[in-house]
Every structure is written in structure tokens, then in C-alpha cells.
């Protein structure tokens, strides 16, 4: 097994552009179940993977930056997916 790293990096910029002063909003990370790339022409909503597990919610709050991570075992050349969907 090998370690591996999930990271979401969003400038204060972007928290600035979605959220209301004084309001907080959630993002929700979701791992997805496919083992292969996903051509991003043919995705749609109708035809997205399905959600395996909820891997974290990440609040954002106005004028804030957020740097997460999350560290997890994988398999080496293993490809993983991942949606960041609002809550």
C-alpha cells in the first residue's frame, strides 16, 4: 500500500465570490466509483459515477482561504475520483 493525499486549495477570492458576509457554506467531498479517467465532454450529471463514501465536509467562510487535506492509503497507479459538490 501506498500514502496518498487529497488536496483542496481556494483563495480567499473564491470564498469572497460564494459567500455571503456572515454566512458559511459547505462544500462536500464525495469519493466516486470508477477506476478509469472520466472525459469530461461526455460527463453530465445523468451520466456521473455514483458516490461511494463522504469523505468530508469543508466549511467556507467569507474572505477566508482554505487549505484542507486528507491522507489515506492507496494502491500504487490506482486512480481515484473525487466530486466537490455544494451541500
Known amino acids: 500500500m501506498e500514502k496518498c493525499e487529497l ?3 481556494l483563495p480567499a477570492l ?3 465570490a460564494i459567500v455571503r458576509p456572515g454566512h458559511v457554506v459547505s462544500l462536500s467531498v464525495y469519493r466516486l466509483n470508477t477506476t478509469r479517467q472520466l472525459d469530461a465532454h461526455a460527463l ?5 459515477p455514483e458516490r461511494v463514501t463522504k469523505v468530508a465536509n469543508i ?3 467569507h474572505g477566508n482561504e482554505v487549505l484542507w487535506h486528507r491522507n489515506f492509503a492507496c494502491s500504487m497507479e490506482q486512480l ?8
Do not use: G, K, M
Not at 453530465?44 to 456521473?48: D, I, P
Not at 481515484?80 to 451541500?87: G, R, W
Open 7 to 9: 488536496r483542496l486549495s
Open 59 to 61: 466549511d467556507l467562510h
Open 80 to 87: 481515484l475520483t473525487f466530486e466537490v459538490a455544494c451541500s
Open 14 to 16: 473564491i470564498s469572497d
Open 44 to 48: 453530465s450529471y445523468a451520466t456521473r
